[in-house]
């Protein structure tokens, strides 16, 4: 099974991604943990994506593609695979579909978790982090006993920078202008299904396996 997650930022993709791994025994691939993999075993793709992140330049799809060409052909990607993060443009969409067509396969299903936009700004604009344990708790959700204090070591809690409101809407207009397009793609192909997003995440599992039949 080729599975594809696809939602905006905040919509909880990552959690599923490996609760979806670990239910059903195939590997979560998402393009940081290549970039990193990479990075870390030095190959030339991982040197040139190290050049361009610390350049603060974007990675290129050629680099990309390539990289999701190579983990592709491991042999615990057999059973399948769930992908997150990728495709995250329609180029690089029909870049995946040549390639699991040179491999005698294809994307089987794509979920897109479906949440509004003002809920997503709520849920990470309200993260809050230990700076000493890395601990993270929400003003709402899961808030720490003593307010702004972890629970753990006492130590004040922050906001990371990228998730202030302002930064959370800059990534949702660019989800929005570069990654939205796939809906209809995979909706045209007739693989995608709609999860609401919003609910818990046990909720959202079973949603989804229900989906998939499995």
């Known amino acids: 099974m080729i599975l594809i997650l696809l939602g905006p930022p905040g919509a909880g993709k990552g959690t599923q991604a490996k609760l979806l791994a670990s239910q059903y025994g195939i590997p979560h691939i998402s393009t940081g943990d ?3 993999d990479h990075i870390a075993r030095g190959t030339d793709l991982g040197q040139r994506v190290q050049e361009l992140m610390a350049g603060g330049n974007l990675v290129p799809d050629e680099i990309t593609n390539g990289m999701v060409k190579d983990r592709l052909g491991r042999t615990d990607v057999g059973p399948g695979c769930i992908l997150d993060g990728y495709p995250r443009t329609v180029p690089q969409a029909e870049y995946l579909d040549r390639l699991l067509r040179s491999m005698g396969r294809a994307v089987n299903r794509v979920l897109s978790y479906v949440i509004a936009e003002e809920a ?3 849920r990470i604009s309200g993260r809050r982090s230990c700076p000493q344990c890395g601990a993270v708790f929400h ?8 307010p702004d204090r972890c629970d753990r070591d006492g130590a004040v809690l922050v906001q990371r920078p990228d998730d202030a409101s302002e930064k959370v809407r800059t990534r949702l207009n660019e989800y929005h202008a570069k990654t939205e397009p796939l809906v209809r793609y995979y909706r045209e192909r007739g693989v995608l299904a709609d999860i609401a997003a919003l609910a818990p995440q046990d ?3 079973a949603a989804t396996r229900r989906l998939l039949g499995r």
């Open 139 to 146: 003003i709402t959700q899961s808030p720490p006993r003593v």
């Open 120 to 122: 997503v700004v709520e």
């Open 34 to 36: 290549m970039f990193r």
């Open 203 to 205: 909720e959202v599992l």
